[in-house]
């Protein structure tokens, strides 16, 4: 759950975060993961008792929902309080939006394709490393978050696509 930075992230004022709290885990509603899940504001608390002001989550965690919970477990901090990551490289997409052309990330588990998360809706993930793939998921991330603004933007596991993420993501 927790992420130990190795190049830690500082500010002018010599403020540092060596430590963080990855929300893919907020994202699986089954097994003992239901668990973490569903108490997303004590786990966010646990972390702040901590001293943890790092917060990463994605697009892909959960198609969504680790966003969405991790953004209503944080609106209640003071924004300048904690730094946010999440990720680019992904688009969730309800099947009735994903074009032709449009690469699908099928998310297999245990031989099925979209089973690593259980998802209550019909969304789906589409690659997209492209300069407006990249800011239309900066826009739908911000919106699931219900959030001003993020502090990170990484781009998420590239692997099979790492020229298009060089070219448009980067």
């Known amino acids: 759950i927790m992420l130990l930075l190795e190049h830690p ?3 002018e004022d010599g403020d540092v975060i060596n430590l963080g709290l990855v929300a893919r885990v907020c994202a699986k509603d089954w097994g003992w ?4 899940t569903m108490n997303i504001d004590k786990v966010k608390q646990a972390a702040w008792d901590l001293g943890i002001r790092f917060f990463d989550t994605a697009p ?8 969405r919970r991790v953004g209503a477990a944080l ?7 904690f730094v ?3 990720k680019v490289g992904r ?3 309800k099947p009735d939006e994903i074009g032709p052309d449009d690469e699908r990330d099928h998310q297999r588990f245990g031989g099925r394709d979209d089973a690593f998360y259980v998802i209550p809706g019909p969304e789906r ?5 492209s300069a407006d793939g990249v800011r239309r998921s ?3 991330s911000l919106e699931r978050l219900g959030l001003e603004r993020i502090d990170i933007a990484l781009i998420h596991d590239p692997d099979d696509h790492w020229q298009a993420a060089l070219d448009g993501a980067y």
């Open 9 to 11: 992230l500082g500010d």
């Open 33 to 36: 993961w239901r668990t973490l």
């Open 60 to 67: 892909l965690y959960g198609y969504g929902a680790s966003e």
């Open 75 to 81: 609106r209640g901090e003071h924004r300048d309080t």
């Open 84 to 86: 946010l990551s999440t």
């Open 91 to 93: 688009l969730v997409r």
């Open 125 to 129: 993930i589409v690659f997209d490393y």
């Open 138 to 140: 900066i826009e739908e």
